[in-house]
């Protein structure tokens, strides 16, 4: 079992820049795919940005994401970070941190096993 803890949301104006960090409560993210996912009000939740645990950590990204988000992680901390640049008002969302047992390319919130309580991001203009 993998609990999972996001922090580092909050308000932030335009252009600014925030770190959502995402922490193992429980088990550990060692061998497991870790993603990113965000819903805005009155949407489905998407994809945002993943990266894998093993071999070289490899990662991927949502093209609304691409060049502005940074995922990476720590293993010494048990901990995979978000690093949001050049924030803009439609980044706003609640951001979930998700991890999985799957091998290979995944990117859909059903591939996904394990889930956190997400961490508000709101973007003011």
């Known amino acids: 079992q993998v609990q999972l803890v996001e922090s580092g949301g909050g308000l932030v104006q335009v252009g600014d820049s925030l770190r959502l960090s995402c922490a193992a409560s429980e088990g550990t993210l060692s061998s497991l795919q870790v993603g990113w996912f965000r819903q805005a009000p009155g949407t489905e939740r998407q994809f945002v940005a993943r990266i894998t645990w093993i071999n070289d950590g490899s990662t991927y990204y949502s093209d609304s994401v691409k060049g502005r988000f940074t995922i990476s992680r720590a293993n010494d901390k048990n901990t995979v970070y978000l690093q949001m640049n050049n924030l803009k008002p439609e980044d706003t969302a609640t951001y979930y941190c998700?991890?999985?047992?799957?091998?290979?390319?995944?990117?859909?919130?059903?591939?996904?096993?394990?889930w956190g309580q997400g961490a508000q991001v709101t973007v003011s203009s």
């Open positions: 998700a991890a999985s047992r799957a091998i290979g390319f995944i990117a859909r919130e059903e591939h996904f096993s394990y």
